[in-house]
């Protein structure tokens, strides 16, 4: 919906700039998904990024190429397990955020044009035609 604000009648904000980047993040977790839905997607990109290297090196290993002798591994399991706990933060924190808009209350649907209930006893805004 546009909206045309007026000008500030009297000099600059005294908000200061800690309140304003907290009334902001505020209003980005408290309406969206998508910080929930950011570490469901690292996860899957961390965690198949390492499945894709770890045939890689098992190919280096084997083709004897010194470069990655022990820490190939060890960081290739770190990456592939950090990215699996990831995906499972990320899937809890929607089931979390399904929970929270549910416990606010707020109707499925708002009705455009509401007609009032007939003679049939049928409700608000139903139609039959």
């Not at 505020?26 to 910080?35: C, E, R």
């Not at 397990?81 to 899937?91: A, D, P, Y």
């Not at 549910?102 to 049939?120: N, S, W």
Request: no cysteine; charged share 20%; proline share 5%.
């Amino acid at each position: 919906m546009p909206y045309d604000r007026q000008a500030r009648f009297a000099g600059e904000t005294k908000y200061p700039f800690r309140k304003m980047l907290r009334l902001a993040l505020n209003a980005i977790t408290g309406f969206s998904y998508l910080p929930l839905q950011l570490a469901t997607y690292f996860g899957f990109v961390s965690a198949g990024l390492a499945a894709l290297a770890i045939p890689l090196v098992i190919v280096l290993r084997i083709a004897g190429v010194h470069a990655f002798e022990g820490q190939a591994t060890t960081l290739l399991a770190v990456l592939f397990l950090g990215g699996v706990q990831l995906i499972s933060l990320g899937i809890l924190g929607e089931y979390v955020g399904r929970i929270y808009d549910e416990v606010k209350g707020r109707p499925l649907y708002i009705l455009d044009d509401p007609t009032p209930a007939d003679d049939a006893g049928r409700g608000a805004g139903t139609r039959f035609e």
